[in-house]
């Protein structure tokens, strides 16, 4: 889920570049590429934050548990200290009553004999100092009951903010779930469309899959350019106007090519400096026959050169080579709902 999350916004280097115009001298590719590299290091950081956010939310799962268990305790304390304080209560009411009925005998027996008087009078100290000792007793379970109330009503207000915070961070993770589901679903839709129109041209060196949250067509050099050249055959002339249809019927699909050729050095005397170049003429002829057969916006589409250096089998046999020349159209949707939910937390 979050790994898909990472990925999807990967691509804000993709939606800024794509602003740019379709010719992409070598300077300003250049520039491009540092911006893409800012803002993969922007993509680091979010997924950093994302990994943040969700081991806090863990966190404070176990903290809130936590803190409940320790509210069932100090409510149960709490009841236990309410009956103590009660039954206090009763004896020092008792002893009360007794007091003065023993102070009403003193009064009648200080007529009477000296001895009996004494040892009502003894009594009477006892009773006092045991009604003192339970007025102690009392006293202090009262502070401690309203010590355990007071710590009651603090960890209430903890277990409040906590939940507060989780249910904040629960509804920001479900929010960015959201729309990564729905880009997930705008991607796999789109792939099925591009499958659908270029069908006849699959297996004649064209293929479609879905890598990093994006569509990417592949067309080996076969399909689309002789050796050594830029002009794009009839057959690669006829995938693109199919592709050119689905980008035309899907306006928030943004659109990069990047052209790729082998390791092998351009001849001596080539009008080509070298494989950037070849590279990057490839990509950007493959532009002006999509823009040539459609009504697609110019700003949504952006042609970039990798030259060799981005092979997809290092080998240096024919094979390998054949595979990496080749030509990559990636689409990729529009990530404004996820920026917005970035941008608002």
Aim: charged share 30%.
């Amino acid at each position: 889920m979050y790994k898909r999350l990472i990925n999807n916004t990967f691509v804000l280097a993709v939606v800024l570049a794509l602003l740019i115009s379709s010719c992409v001298p070598a300077r300003k590719f250049e520039d491009m590429q540092q911006r893409r590299e800012l803002c993969e290091t922007r993509n680091q950081e979010l997924r950093e934050e994302n990994e943040t956010l969700f081991s806090e939310n863990n966190e404070l799962k176990r903290e809130r548990d936590r803190l409940t268990q320790q509210l069932d305790q100090l409510k149960k304390d709490t009841t236990e200290t309410g009956i103590q304080h009660r039954r206090l209560q009763s004896n020092y009411d008792r002893l009360a009553r007794t007091y003065e009925i023993i102070l009403e005998q003193n009064e009648q027996l200080l007529e009477g004999k000296e001895l009996e008087t004494s040892r009502i009078l003894n009594q009477l100290r006892e009773t006092q100092e045991d009604l003192q000792r339970r007025e102690d007793e009392l006293r202090k379970a009262t502070e401690l009951m309203e010590e355990k109330e007071r710590n009651l009503n603090a960890l209430n207000e903890r277990l409040q903010k906590s939940a507060e915070i989780l249910a904040l961070n629960e509804q920001r993770v479900n929010e960015l779930e959201a729309v990564i589901a729905r880009q997930d679903s705008v991607v796999k839709a789109l792939r099925s469309v591009v499958s659908n129109a270029l069908l006849g041209f699959e297996g004649q060196g064209l293929s479609v899959e879905i890598k990093n949250g994006k569509v990417y067509v592949s067309m080996e050099e076969s399909l689309l350019f002789a050796t050594g050249s830029t002009r794009v055959g009839a057959q690669g002339v006829n995938a693109l106007k199919e592709l050119a249809k689905v980008l035309e019927a899907n306006p928030d699909i943004n659109v990069l090519i990047e052209g790729h050729t082998d390791d092998v050095p351009v001849r001596p005397g080539s009008q080509f400096a070298d494989n950037w170049d070849l590279s990057v003429l490839r990509a950007t002829a493959i532009v002006r026959i999509l823009l040539q057969n459609s009504q697609i916006a110019p700003q949504r589409l952006m042609a970039a050169g990798r030259g060799e250096h981005m092979p997809v089998d290092p080998a240096k046999t024919t094979e390998a080579r054949q595979k990496n020349r080749r030509t990559e159209i990636i689409l990729t949707p529009r990530l404004d709902d996820l920026f917005q939910i970035i941008e608002t937390n």
